[in-house]
């Protein structure tokens, strides 16, 4: 349902008549001059008309529910359907399990024949030519020893190099005199000759001697 505007047209007319009036005489009031005064004056003395607009009409409340109404009815639950179980059939394999692989057999080396046993080492000590009593003779003793009738045993060591030469003596015991030890370490690296000393292989190479020179004066 619609509502239009009711407002009366009469008054509506009237109000746009006098609007029309005041602007009007206005405008008649600046051409001719008047005084302004005047103009507020009779615009004092105009009466508007204050249109108001009725307010709308209030709208029905709802009509009351009726009395009869039914609640709703309550949500119909469906029990959950159970089945039995299905039986399966379980087939199962007959197929005899193969027995597990054997491991590799791992077998031992052949036996090694045994290395060669090493050769025979020919190593050798040098050795004295001759006889070694004619390296120091009475004919040798010291004229002063003898004199003083100084008597000892000097022992000695001698260095061979690879020709069978003495390279070298050392007195090893001492006589007690040093006149008879420096004889016999002088009369052996000149007189004595050796076989130089042998390596494992067979080659002469430095060898040594030891031996003793006993100093004793000759009984007449």
Not at 68 to 90: A, W
Not at 97 to 120: E, F, R, S
């Amino acid at each position: 349902m619609a509502y239009g505007d009711s407002t009366d047209p009469k008054n509506r007319v009237v109000a746009i008549v006098l609007v029309g009036l005041l602007t009007g005489t206005l405008g008649y009031g600046l051409v001719n001059g008047l005084n302004i005064q005047m103009v507020k004056t009779l615009a004092e003395k105009l009466d508007v008309i204050e249109v108001e607009e009725p307010p709308p009409p209030e709208e029905p409340p709802p009509p009351p529910p009726p009395d009869n109404e039914l609640p709703p009815p309550p949500p119909v639950v469906v029990p959950p359907s159970v089945l039995p179980p299905v039986s399966q059939n379980t087939l199962r394999d007959t197929t005899p399990t193969p027995p597990p692989p054997q491991p590799p057999q791992v077998l031992p080396p052949p036996p090694q024949a045994p290395p060669p046993p090493p050769a025979p080492s020919r190593a050798a000590g040098a050795k004295a030519k001759g006889n070694p009593g004619r390296w120091a003779t009475n004919d040798d003793y010291p004229a002063r020893a003898q004199r003083e009738e100084r008597e000892g045993t000097t022992g000695f060591r001698v260095t061979v190099g690879p020709d069978g030469r003495v390279t070298g003596c050392d007195i090893t015991s001492s006589s007690g005199h040093a006149d008879l030890d420096q004889e016999t370490c002088k009369l052996v690296t000149r007189r004595a000759r050796f076989d130089p000393a042998l390596d494992r292989d067979g080659n002469p190479t430095t060898g040594s001697y030891a031996n003793r020179v006993r100093w004793q004066i000759p009984k007449e």
